[in-house]
C-alpha cells in the first residue's frame, strides 16, 4: 500500500500501475493510472492507462487513451507503436479478413518511424504486414 504512504506522488502512482500490469491485475491497474491521469496528466499516462486497457481487452477504451496521449503530443510514438499493435491483434482475430485494420496499422507505425526512424521493431513489424495477404479460395 504504497499510496497510503503519500497519495500525492505520482511516481509512485505510475510505478503501482506499471507494477500491478505486470501482475497481470489489469483492472487495479486501470483504476490506480485513471486517478493518477486526473491529478497529472502526460501522455506517458495516458499510454500506461491505455496499455491497461488493451491488458483487460477493451481495445475501444485503450485507443481513446493512446489519442489522448497523441492530443498531449502529437509526437509521443510509443502510443503510435501501441494503437498499430491493437489494430494488427483485431486484424489477426479477425483471420486477416478486415484489411483495414492491417492498413490501420500500418499507418500509425509509418507515422512513428517518421517521428523515431531507430525502431527496429516497428520497422519489423511494417515489412511483415506490407503484403497484402494473398486469399485462395
Do not use: C
Request: aromatic fraction near 8%; proline fraction near 4%; glycine fraction near 6%.
Amino acid at each position: 500500500k504504497s499510496l497510503d504512504l503519500d497519495s500525492n506522488n505520482t511516481g509512485t502512482r505510475l510505478y503501482l500501475g506499471e507494477n500491478l500490469m505486470m501482475q497481470k491485475k489489469y483492472p487495479e491497474a486501470v483504476s490506480v493510472l485513471s486517478e493518477l491521469v486526473k491529478v497529472e496528466d502526460s501522455p506517458l499516462q495516458r499510454k500506461r492507462l491505455g496499455d491497461a486497457y488493451a491488458g483487460e481487452a477493451k481495445p475501444d477504451d485503450a485507443l481513446t487513451q493512446y489519442r489522448a496521449a497523441l492530443k498531449l503530443d502529437p509526437n509521443y510514438y510509443p502510443a503510435l507503436n501501441a494503437m498499430g499493435e491493437l489494430y494488427i491483434i483485431d486484424y489477426n482475430k479477425g483471420l486477416g479478413l478486415d484489411d483495414a485494420k492491417r492498413k490501420a496499422a500500418l499507418d500509425v507505425w509509418q507515422q512513428s518511424l517518421a517521428i523515431k526512424r531507430t525502431q527496429a521493431n516497428i520497422m519489423a513489424r511494417v515489412q511483415q504486414y506490407a503484403k497484402a495477404p494473398m486469399f485462395t479460395h
